[in-house]
């Protein structure tokens, strides 16, 4: 069964400054990875995904993450952060034979944005 | 605009009560989902139906039953033999393939008391 490792429970990051939080995953076969951010008392949107190809993927918001296969890692990454960016993060692996699937999330990032 | 909508956003129950959560997509989507979020556990997944009429356990399935009549609505229904309910639940959809992302409602908070 895949699984997915958030290592870091909270992160706090001065606003301007860069970020990246990180993802790692565990799945024998190539796996399909998502990033999605949860405001407080909402659901979750998806920031971005990778399925095959480049291994640097462009989201939205201006994120973007990287695929390492290597490293079983897929690391989300924003060169400046703004205030509005401080929400939970959540790494998703979504993998399936029969062609339909479902995710498994990680337990998230807290992101904290210091003025 | 297309969606997907939960209700209530608050719920508020006394033990032993069984109690209904609504979900409804007008996405056209073929698979639909339950996920129970709790502070510092992540998403975990109660259920989920790839197609009317059908469903399958997720990880945590005992003390919830689902029904999927429609293709548009995956109500939720919370037993009192659910030892812990009070939590926030998340619906979502897809269109079902393994490389789908899943569309999620807002949520409703449940609190059990």
């Known amino acids: 069964a895949q699984s997915v490792t958030q290592p870091d429970i909270h992160i706090t990051v001065s606003e301007g400054a860069s970020l990246e939080l990180r993802c790692n995953y565990s799945?024998?076969?190539?796996?399909?990875l998502f990033w999605y951010v949860q405001s407080p008392g909402q659901g979750l949107q998806l920031l971005l995904k990778?399925?095959?190809?480049?291994?640097l993927v462009q989201g939205i918001k201006g994120f973007e993450a990287e695929f390492k296969r290597s490293q079983s890692s897929f690391n989300l990454r924003k060169p400046s952060v703004h205030w509005s960016d401080a929400a939970e993060y959540f790494c998703?692996?979504?993998?399936?034979?029969?062609?339909?699937?479902?995710?498994?999330f990680g337990k998230g990032t807290m992101l904290l944005v210091s003025p | 605009d297309g969606g997907i909508t939960q209700s209530p956003k608050y719920l508020f129950r006394k033990e032993g009560q069984n109690v209904t959560l609504s979900c409804e997509q007008n996405?056209?989507?073929?698979?639909m989902y339950w996920y129970r979020q709790d502070p510092g556990q992540g998403l975990r997944l109660i259920y989920y139906s790839q197609i009317v009429n059908d469903f399958q356990k997720g990880d945590i399935a005992e003390g919830y039953s689902v029904s999927r009549e429609k293709k548009e609505s995956f109500p939720l229904t919370v037993t009192s033999a659910q030892k812990n309910p009070t939590a926030f639940y998340l619906c979502a959809s897809s269109a079902g393939t393994v490389n789908s992302p899943l569309h999620f409602g807002n949520g409703t908070r449940l609190t059990v008391t």
């Open positions: 996405l056209n989507h073929d698979a």
């Open positions: 998703a692996v979504g993998a399936g034979n029969s062609g339909y699937s479902t995710l498994t």
């Open positions: 990778y399925f095959s190809g480049d291994t």
């Open positions: 799945y024998g076969a190539t796996p399909y």
